[in-house]
């Protein structure tokens, strides 16, 4: 199997779910990830980062890796959506669609066990429609559009049609078909149906899909996956500006965790770390972080960037370069615990800083935030990840007492 995500955080959580089969993740998607089909793991999940491409770039990075699956003999190719629809959705499902040369690509969206459901074909988000909620609001990549086949047609020509639970695949459409589900027996069912109709070579889906998968394919759900090391303080690194990200680092300062505010300058000068200024907030954090069972790193702040970061630079990878920066250096200093990364973006920054191409997640720890293990110099750090939209705001708390 070969699961093409559009950023990290979404190419771990989708393959966290068949373990204990062999799964790898690229952290980041090159020529490598094929070069030596008979080394494939039985799962291969790669980050091919589109989440913040242009529509073409998106189309013309999945097709080469979709095409390059089917070229290694992949017996099903997930093309991993988020489950809020972000990103360019439409245009991936297209080059997936195109590049496997299928007649249907069966698209289920809904991800039931946070609360995001597919009701009529429109995705909602604890009961309120994508584009109303949270994400609707997002201060660099709004959610405008809840209905999925109004939103998969702003990026391709192909058909899409819509069912509803219960409803069987029509079998004489050709194009993308976008179900409904509301339970995760939604999801299960509607898998095992497509796999009893042999037609699983190609489908889209989140995290909700794979774990449907797993458990139609029979892997990983009946078994025990691996155990993450765990224990020691919790180093949180958070560079979202997700209300709901930013909701758990303020809950974490009221509970009286060590916060480290990241100030605009900060965020926006990765050789910021090299200054006396940086060293010592550094080493403030690695202080914090041997002594305080909680500390974070919050970036969560919302904040007018403009004048900071070059004109012709990306504030998003700006940022998260930034803040990887400054969470490796930390790191760099002594490992005393466990770190969570909160944002995508800024996990694969720390990581292609770190030298880390490839990765094998450990374990699900809490719904959606996957551990693992990385090398680091000559110590082994215990690394998690989370997408910034979701978690209770007692989230950071919460994990820094497990």
């Known amino acids: 199997m070969t699961i093409i995500a559009d950023d990290l955080t979404g190419a771990l959580d989708s393959g966290v779910h ?62 991993k959506t988020d489950s809020a629809l972000r990103g360019n959705v439409g245009a991936e499902l297209a080059a ?10 069966h698209f289920l969206p809904a991800l039931p066990g946070i609360g995001r459901v597919t009701k009529g074909g429109v995705q909602l988000v604890d009961g309120v429609s994508v584009s ?3 994400f609707g609001r997002d201060p660099f990549e709004p959610v405008v559009c809840s209905r999925i086949d109004h939103l998969v047609k702003t990026q391709t020509d192909i058909p899409v049609c819509l069912v509803a639970v219960g ?5 004489g459409f050709s194009g993308i078909i976008v179900y409904d589900a509301t339970t995760a027996e939604d999801m299960r069912s ?53 209300p709901v990200s930013h909701a758990q680092c303020a ?20 050789a910021w770390t090299g200054s006396p200024e940086g060293a ?8 914090s972080w041997e002594n305080s069972p909680l500390t974070v790193i919050d970036g ?7 004048g900071l970061v070059p004109e012709d630079a990306d504030v998003r990878q700006t940022v998260a370069d930034s803040i990887a920066n400054i969470l490796l250096h930390v790191c760099e200093q002594k490992i005393y615990g466990r770190v969570l990364v909160t944002g995508g973006d800024i996990l694969a920054s720390f990581l292609a800083q770190a030298g880390v191409k490839r990765l094998r997640p450990a374990s699900e720890t809490v719904g959606g935030i996957v551990a693992m293990e990385v090398t680091l110099g000559a110590g082994h750090l215990v690394l998690a990840a989370k997408s910034g939209g979701f978690g209770e705001k007692e989230l950071f708390v919460d994990l820094s007492r497990n």
């Open 18 to 79: 068949f373990l204990p089969a062999q799964v790898e993740v690229a952290v980041l998607a090159d020529a490598e990830c094929y070069q030596n089909p008979e080394n494939l793991p039985c799962v291969l999940s790669i980050n091919a980062d589109t989440r913040h491409d242009t529509a073409q770039e998106a189309y013309e990075k999945v097709f080469s890796l979709t095409s390059a699956a089917r070229k290694a003999g992949a017996r099903c190719v997930v093309k």
């Open 96 to 105: 997936a669609y195109d590049a496997m040369g299928v007649r249907r690509l």
């Open 132 to 134: 109303a909620s949270s």
């Open 167 to 171: 409803e069987p695949v029509p079998t």
């Open 190 to 242: 509607r898998v095992q149906e497509l796999a009893d109709m042999g037609e699983l070579d190609v489908v889209a889906g989140c995290a909700g899909l794979t774990e449907a998968l797993s458990g139609v394919l029979g892997l990983g759900k009946d078994d025990t996956p691996e155990a993450a090391p765990r224990g020691g303080n919790l180093l949180v690194a958070c560079g979202s500006v997700s």
């Open 251 to 270: 809950y974490a300062r009221e509970a009286g965790a060590a916060v480290f505010p990241v100030a605009g300058h900060q965020k926006c000068n990765q």
């Open 280 to 287: 010592a907030f550094v080493e403030k954090v690695g202080k």
């Open 300 to 306: 969560s702040r919302h904040e007018n960037l403009e």
